[in-house]
Every structure is written in structure tokens, then in C-alpha cells.
């Protein structure tokens, strides 16, 4: 029924595409280094997506059927090269099969039409190999396009749409990037392309009318640009349009902690974030309640946060926290810091509880409000003070050990309160009594010394 036969073509219009079917050694020929060459007429645009090759049914009396349950794999049972000119955009595709063939096989892809109204679409194929000597191993098929609705009735001048691709921030030009151009309604992948080093990708021999334009993926470390389709327009030789993308950003948590007590979160530290270049990027990023901060939106780089205003109570720390935001990483960064306690100062002053004079030379124990030693030896200057420095926030008291000559101990703590954050030094006041002493008169006779005199009255 078909013996010879090689190829044959045949094709049909389905709206803005042409389907085309290709039979291949109907005539079941065993033949090796099996290549089917397909040049399509340049006003269409081949649809790469589209094409299947199928195995076959062959019934008793020659009959051919396609079965599609035996649909070859790409890159496996065939390739397909498609070449497309980089200045005209014309199109053709070598397809070559793995293996000898001895069955028939069936080739169906899509073209869009890239034609007027009433123009004529054509497919040629030639199908070589090894063994074939025949000459009938060529097909052809014309199609007249019919459109409706005005599609395809322009003026059938065609031009190029080139896409660049650019950071939205520095407009470095992006490569890795791949779009998609839509025909008007969104239907119809006409083409794919990535852009390359030059943050470019060019689709020519396109007729002059709307596209819509589809980001499929981004460059490494970006989000996608559009984010659903847009529509571009071709109207002249040369067309441009420029997509921003912006960098995949990433984010910073700070928790601020007390320098001894890490469960103890601060609030209210104010810091300001800092790039590799020193620039200030970010100001009054203050930790809350639970002593946390996230900032957001830190493109790819180095920073660092500097403390600019303390934790109430809290001694400022100005030394630099670095961290770092990866490149198309959308992890969160996790960084503490910690503040130390500010210290304030204590000062006693002994005084005579009865003159208000200061006494020198008094001995002093500092405690902790449970009675615990925390220094001893403080001695009363000249001035009658004791000072002592660096005390944390807290209660304490200063409890007599030793009185100052001629005076009582007195051995009652003193308490005091170092208060966070307080404006400063704290002062306490201690006073003791002198030591009571005694006279004795005797009242004698002043020739007789032996004789006692009673009942004499002094003041």
C-alpha cells in the first residue's frame, strides 16, 4: 500500500496555528542514520513545545494508524535541533532518530502563523539515511491562511522586540533570565528565550502587532519581574522594552541580652545598620519588649549594626556587629548583643550624732541587703566619708564594725538602694555617740587632807 514511500506532508490551520503532520517511512524501508530535515516558510514561527513523534499501527492491508500511546522520547529515541537565524528569524529543524527504523513513524508539531490574511504558509521535508536510494524522499504542503477578526490583517511588515533585563536598583544588566512571547490573547507560545551576559534577548521576524510578553524564570538571586504577563508592542524595525527585577532580599534578627544574665531581654536599645562602605542603610531600629529586632529587605552584603542609644540602665556598647546577607539566601540572620549594667557610687558620711561634726577613722563592712559580706575595711576619712564606686543596681548596707576612738559602735545596717539608671551617687549618713566618761570630787580639809568634808553643794 505504500511501498517507496518515505515522507509525506500534510497540514491544517487551527486559528493562528497550522498543525502539521509528517508521515515517515510509511513505506516500513529498514534504513539507519535516519535525519528528517524540515524548513518551514519564514512567515511562520516553528512551536518547539509542540512536537511529538508517535509509533505506529499497520492492519493487514497496509493501513497505517497513529497509535499515541506510542509517543518516542526526546533525547532518547531522537533529537531535534531547531536553528533559527539570529538577524532574519527564519527557522528549520533537523530531527534524528537514535536508532535504525524498519517501522513507520508520525511527526506532529505547530507553527504559528506569522502571516497576513491571505498569505500562503509552506512546509518542504527531506528525509535521509544510509540505505535510502530512492529519489521520492521529499514532501511539501502549502496553506492559504484565512483570519478572522482582524488577526493578521496588518500591513505584514514585521520587525524585532529585544528584552533587557535590569536590577531595579543598580540597572546592572542581568543574564539567565527566560521569557516567553505570548501571541495577543495569551494562547500561543510563539517563543522561549534567555537572556545572555549582555542582559539581552532579541525575537525577531515578529509582524507588526501587540504580544504579550511572560517572565518564566529570573536570574539567580531575583525575584521575577512580571508578574503576570505584559503587553508589548511591535511597531517598528527595532523594539525595546526593559524588565527591573528586584534582588532576593534577605532579613536580620537582633536579641539584645544583659552581659550575666542572658534571660534578662532588653528593650529600647537604638541601633543603626551600616554597609560594607560604611553608609548608613537603616536608623532607630530599636529591640522591643521581648529585646528582638528584624529588619527586612537587606539586599545581598556585608553590614554591621552600631548601638546608638543604650537600654535604659545600660552602659552604651558602640563596638560594631557584623553580619552578613547571602546571596540569593531568604534565611533569616541570627545575631545577640549584650549590654553590661551601669554602675553608680555609694557614700557614707560619719557624724557626731550630737555636734554634726564628722568623725574620721570609723570601720564599715559593705552587704548585700541579705546580710552577705561584699568588702571590708571601709574607713571614714578625714572627711568622715567612705566611697564606694561600681555598685549594680540593688540593695545593700553598710553595717559598723569598728567605731572611731572615743566613740560607741554602733552596729545598726544602714540601708541604701542603688535604683537603674539613677542620676548620681547615692549618699547615706551614720551617726554615733561619744563614749560617756566620769569625774570624782573629793571635798577635804585643805590643812588636813585626811579629813573628809560633807555636805558641800557644786554645780
Same mark, same amino acid.
Given at each position: 500500500?505504500?511501498?517507496?514511500?518515505?515522507?509525506?506532508?500534510?497540514?491544517?490551520?487551527?486559528?493562528?496555528?497550522?498543525?502539521?503532520?509528517?508521515?515517515?517511512?510509511?513505506?516500513?524501508?529498514?534504513?539507519?542514520?535516519?535525519?528528517?530535515?524540515?524548513?518551514?516558510?519564514?512567515?511562520?514561527?516553528?512551536?518547539?513545545?509542540?512536537?511529538?513523534?508517535?509509533?505506529?499501527?499497520?492492519?493487514?492491508?497496509?493501513?497505517?494508524?497513529?497509535?499515541?500511546?506510542?509517543?518516542?522520547?526526546?533525547?532518547?529515541?531522537?533529537?531535534?535541533?531547531?536553528?533559527?537565524?539570529?538577524?532574519?528569524?527564519?527557522?528549520?529543524?533537523?530531527?534524528?532518530?537514535?536508532?535504525?527504523?524498519?517501522?513507520?513513524?508520525?511527526?506532529?508539531?505547530?507553527?504559528?502563523?506569522?502571516?497576513?490574511?491571505?498569505?500562503?504558509?509552506?512546509?518542504?521535508?527531506?528525509?535521509?539515511?544510509?540505505?535510502?536510494?530512492?529519489?521520492?524522499?521529499?514532501?511539501?504542503?502549502?496553506?492559504?491562511?484565512?483570519?478572522?477578526?482582524?488577526?493578521?490583517?496588518?500591513?505584514?511588515?514585521?520587525?524585532?522586540?529585544?528584552?533587557?533585563?535590569?536590577?531595579?536598583?543598580?540597572?546592572?544588566?542581568?543574564?539567565?533570565?527566560?521569557?516567553?512571547?505570548?501571541?495577543?490573547?495569551?494562547?500561543?507560545?510563539?517563543?522561549?528565550?534567555?537572556?545572555?551576559?549582555?542582559?539581552?534577548?532579541?525575537?525577531?521576524?515578529?509582524?507588526?502587532?501587540?504580544?504579550?510578553?511572560?517572565?518564566?524564570?529570573?536570574?539567580?538571586?531575583?525575584?521575577?519581574?512580571?508578574?503576570?504577563?505584559?503587553?508589548?508592542?511591535? &511597531?517598528? *524595525?527595532?523594539?525595546? $522594552?526593559?524588565? +527591573? %527585577?528586584?534582588?532576593? @532580599?534577605?532579613?536580620?534578627? !537582633? /536579641? #539584645?541580652? =544583659?552581659?550575666?544574665?542572658?534571660?534578662?531581654?532588653?528593650?529600647?536599645?537604638?541601633?543603626?545598620?551600616?554597609?560594607?562602605?560604611?553608609?548608613?542603610?537603616?536608623?532607630?531600629?530599636?529591640?522591643?519588649?521581648?529585646?528582638?529586632?528584624?529588619?527586612?529587605?537587606?539586599?545581598?552584603?556585608?553590614?554591621?549594626?552600631?548601638?546608638?542609644?543604650?537600654?535604659?540602665?545600660?552602659?552604651?556598647?558602640?563596638?560594631?556587629?557584623?553580619?552578613?546577607?547571602?546571596?540569593? &539566601?531568604? *534565611?533569616?540572620?541570627? $545575631?545577640?548583643? +549584650? %549590654?553590661?549594667?551601669? @554602675?553608680?557610687?555609694?557614700? !557614707? /558620711? #560619719?557624724? =557626731?550624732?550630737?555636734?554634726?561634726?564628722?568623725?574620721?577613722?570609723?570601720?564599715?563592712?559593705?552587704?548585700?541587703?541579705?546580710?552577705?559580706?561584699?568588702?571590708?575595711?571601709?574607713?571614714?576619712?578625714?572627711?568622715?566619708?567612705?566611697?564606694?564606686?561600681?555598685?549594680?543596681?540593688?540593695?545593700?548596707?553598710?553595717?559598723?564594725?569598728?567605731?572611731?576612738?572615743?566613740?560607741?559602735?554602733?552596729?545598726?545596717?544602714?540601708?541604701?538602694?542603688?535604683?537603674?539608671?539613677?542620676?548620681?551617687?547615692?549618699?547615706? $549618713?551614720?551617726?554615733?555617740?561619744?563614749?560617756?566618761?566620769?569625774?570624782?570630787?573629793?571635798?577635804?580639809?585643805?590643812?588636813?587632807?585626811?579629813?573628809?568634808?560633807?555636805?558641800?553643794?557644786?554645780?
Amino acid at each position: 500500500l505504500n511501498g517507496g514511500e518515505y515522507t509525506d506532508k500534510s497540514g491544517e490551520q487551527k486559528g493562528e496555528k497550522i498543525e502539521w503532520t509528517v508521515n515517515l517511512n510509511y513505506g516500513q524501508s529498514s534504513v539507519s542514520d535516519v535525519v528528517l530535515t524540515d524548513t518551514p516558510s519564514s512567515n511562520q514561527i516553528l512551536l518547539e513545545d509542540s512536537f511529538k513523534v508517535y509509533g505506529t499501527n499497520v492492519a493487514e492491508n497496509g493501513q497505517v494508524s497513529v497509535d499515541v500511546e506510542q509517543q518516542l522520547k526526546a533525547g532518547e529515541d531522537y533529537t531535534l535541533t531547531i536553528n533559527t537565524d539570529d538577524n532574519t528569524g527564519e527557522q528549520s529543524f533537523q530531527l534524528k532518530f537514535s536508532s535504525p527504523i524498519s517501522k513507520p513513524y508520525v511527526l506532529k508539531y505547530e507553527s504559528y502563523i506569522n502571516a497576513v490574511n491571505g498569505d500562503t504558509v509552506s512546509n518542504s521535508t527531506q528525509l535521509d539515511g544510509k540505505e535510502i536510494t530512492s529519489q521520492s524522499t521529499s514532501s511539501g504542503e502549502s496553506i492559504k491562511v484565512r483570519l478572522t477578526g482582524g488577526s493578521g490583517s496588518g500591513s505584514g511588515e514585521k520587525g524585532s522586540l529585544e528584552v533587557v533585563k535590569t536590577d531595579s536598583l543598580t540597572d546592572e544588566k542581568l543574564a539567565g533570565a527566560t521569557f516567553t512571547l505570548y501571541d495577543s490573547q495569551g494562547e500561543i507560545a510563539i517563543k522561549s528565550a534567555t537572556t545572555d551576559e549582555s542582559g539581552k534577548v532579541i525575537f525577531n521576524n515578529l509582524l507588526y502587532k501587540d504580544y504579550l510578553l511572560k517572565e518564566d524564570n529570573a536570574p539567580v538571586g531575583y525575584n521575577v519581574g512580571i508578574d503576570d504577563t505584559n503587553k508589548v508592542t511591535v &511597531n517598528q *524595525e527595532s523594539n525595546t $522594552v526593559t524588565i +527591573k %527585577n528586584d534582588i532576593i @532580599t534577605g532579613s536580620v534578627k !537582633l /536579641t #539584645k541580652l =544583659d552581659s550575666v544574665d542572658s534571660s534578662e531581654r532588653l528593650e529600647g536599645a537604638v541601633y543603626s545598620i551600616k554597609d560594607s562602605s560604611d553608609n548608613v542603610v537603616k536608623t532607630n531600629v530599636t529591640t522591643n519588649s521581648n529585646g528582638e529586632v528584624v529588619v527586612n529587605n537587606l539586599r545581598p552584603g556585608n553590614y554591621t549594626f552600631v548601638e546608638t542609644k543604650a537600654p535604659f540602665g545600660y552602659v552604651l556598647d558602640t563596638t560594631p556587629i557584623e553580619f552578613a546577607i547571602a546571596f540569593n &539566601n531568604s *534565611e533569616r540572620v541570627n $545575631v545577640e548583643a +549584650k %549590654n553590661t549594667l551601669q @554602675t553608680f557610687n555609694a557614700e !557614707l /558620711t #560619719k557624724k =557626731d550624732v550630737d555636734s554634726g561634726e564628722v568623725i574620721p577613722g570609723a570601720i564599715f563592712e559593705l552587704q548585700d541587703e541579705n546580710g552577705n559580706s561584699l568588702l571590708k575595711g571601709l574607713m571614714t576619712q578625714q572627711t568622715g566619708q567612705i566611697v564606694v564606686e561600681d555598685l549594680k543596681p540593688g540593695n545593700y548596707q553598710f553595717v559598723e564594725t569598728q567605731p572611731a576612738f572615743g566613740y560607741e559602735l554602733n552596729s545598726t545596717p544602714i540601708p541604701f538602694t542603688i535604683e537603674k539608671g539613677q542620676d548620681g551617687v547615692t549618699k547615706v $549618713v551614720a551617726t554615733n555617740k561619744l563614749t560617756p566618761g566620769a569625774v570624782e570630787l573629793v571635798k577635804v580639809d585643805s590643812e588636813d587632807a585626811t579629813l573628809y568634808l560633807e555636805n558641800a553643794v557644786f554645780e
